[in-house]
């Protein structure tokens, strides 16, 4: 486990494989970082599928409506079609690079349509810099992240098993 800073501002992730650590960038996108930890606290994030994972590109997940795995609701053809219970997030756009292991808010067309959706960067992905909010970063287990099986939709998707803030789970 790296040394965390923040721990109010890190989530833990765990996969099937490992956890990761992903550090939370709340002075650059607060909205997004506090999505994510209302999200996490609510719990909404476990068991929910990586839907699009995309070889030498990205592994996108965080549809909570359509895309628990646990849930009587969990539709693998609607998986990425949906959000959450909380209004759409406006972009909060940064120079930050996408960069291998950070993560990114995914949206529709509109920029101020991220919800809860996101996706963590395989490799750089430059050419998304200035469309898409950068608020996190992986900081320890982009093994277990490179290991998320492909597809879209894979035909047997991965989850996020739990998804906590750190200082939640620290004694």
Sequence with gaps: MPDIKDPENTIILT?????????LLA???PKHTERMKQLARDKAYDNVAFHRV?????????????ANMASPNYNP???GT???QYPDLP??????PHDRGTLGAARSQNP???NSQFFINFRDNHFLNGQYTVYGRVISGMEHVDKITRGEPPANPDRMITVRVAA???A
């Excluded at 996969?15 to 550090?23: A, N, P, Q, R, T």
């Design 54 to 66: 995309i070889e030498g590109f990205m592994a996108q997940t965080g549809d909570v409506e359509n």
């Design 77 to 79: 053809r609607r998986a």
């Design 112 to 114: 101020n349509s991220a």
């Design 91 to 96: 972009a909060e756009f940064s120079k930050l």
């Design 15 to 23: 996969l099937k494989d490992g956890e990761v650590v992903i550090e």
């Design 168 to 170: 939640d789970v620290q």
């Design 27 to 29: 002075d650059v996108a």
């Design 82 to 84: 949906g959000g959450s």
